[in-house]
């Protein structure tokens, strides 16, 4: 893989959502790119467009104009599958609101990822309980979620996203559940994990605490990505 060739871009991504009221136009040209090792944070006040530029990185919402390139390749002319396949190889996504899998323990729900990745069973244990460990919650790889505090499944959502090092790691709102010390305990563990393992980090939040732990911010408004 060519070291020069940003882990992910967006460029000039244009998206609106079709309401009852119309088309309502979110994104408006915004463009921003991360290499791998590399810590973006997007902020940006409620409403503006984070989560919605998330998605559409991932490839769960295909721009009305624009393209999203994971490791130089255009995701945008492939199909849902191979979108699919694509972000479980080369994709961590930590969703705001966790979507952790509520019948499934908090280790299974990191395994059942690196399972799909075709990973033997005791490898996936191991590499989960070895994450766990890193995040500071390795005595409740048994829990089920809703045993868990929010903090706690924040961290099982990051362990998720983290376990497989991901060339790309998104993370929408990751401290939204924790408090300030603890938020920023997080934030410093997932910067360092995805350094260490060579993964792009793409971080929204409204918490401007995070700044400090970011290689690069940049601010979102009226739809666009600007230098902050
Ligand atoms: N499915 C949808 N249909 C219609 N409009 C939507 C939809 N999802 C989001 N929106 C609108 O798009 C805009 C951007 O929403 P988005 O969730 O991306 O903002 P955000 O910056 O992530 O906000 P927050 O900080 O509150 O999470 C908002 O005005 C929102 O109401
Ligand atoms: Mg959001």
Redesign the pocket.
Known sequence: MNANVPAIAGEGLTFE???EAGM?P?LRGASLEAARGEVLLVT????????????VLAGMLTPTSGNVRIEGNAINHLGKSERARLRLNRLGFVF?GFNLIRAMSASENVELVLRARGLSRPECRRIARETFERLGIADKLQRLPMQLSGGEQQRVAIARALAGAPAVVLA??PT?SLDSENGAAVIQLLCELARERGSAVVI?S?DQRIAPFADRVVT?DDGRCGSS
């Open positions: 959502y079709t309401t309502a979110v940006g006040p409620s409403g503006s467009g984070k989560t919605t530029l998330l998605t705001q929408d709102e939204s929204t409204h979102i």
